[in-house]
């Protein structure tokens, strides 16, 4: 029997025109190509890793992987080390001309660069989030325009012809989220990073957690949620866990009926509009 094809990086592709529906594999194993792709060094600004730096890596890819399962993600995305890039402090920011800082990922590519400071706890959350969006549910298509794009990664979903990420700040404040998360449940008694932990502790200081608007207005959004069906949900991390599914699953439909039921018809349409990028 014929083994079936898998696209390492993502469940599926959409958009491969009618007439060509019998090339499907064609189109599959042109997207797994880009995830071969990136794996080339950032001239200049990339760091060689260190033993440590790897053994910080996989702690923080394993938290994700945890978490990802615990949603019930059916695919374990693998991000091999060569498509992680490390970037000296601020490398980020030079390497995307100062549209983003601290760290990136890029889902049609299967890689991420990140910054790597000298705390080393603000490093493993950096690298978490980026590893979270790298992992989280993955689909690709091929856009009427007849571009090869990203369809949908976490909870966002890119429009058809591939202008619009609806849903962008979910996606960032579920992630965002996590990462806080990630500190609370893992960083906090892990044995690798007990000495800054103890610093950070005795000075009575927090890491730095990113995308703080975005996590803030999404709490607010369960709240406001919460409070109309407390016939329904004992505790709003019950609601949490429904946009963390659809993040790992890439299944909405739970997440839509809470908003249109609670919000009126079309609500969820707005939500995505809203938030998109
Ligand atoms: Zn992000």
Redesign the pocket.
Known sequence: MKEKFEIPHAERVVGVPAKHQDKQEIAEKYFASFFELEREKKEGIELEKTERDVELISFSDQAVEKYLKQYNSNKDIRIPLENIHLLRDGGTEEFSEGRVRG???SALYGSIVVDRPQSDIQFTLMAF??L??AKSYKAFQITTEGEPKVYRSGFSVVSRDGKTTYFDEI??AI??YMERRFYREFILNSKLLKKEVKTLEKNGEKPMF??IAEVKSAEQFINQLFELNKDKFKTKDEIFDLFLEAEATGKLLKVGRLVESSLGKGSFRELGEKSAD
């Open positions: 760290g990136s990922a989030h980026e979270f969006h996606d960032e992630t965002g990113g995308r």
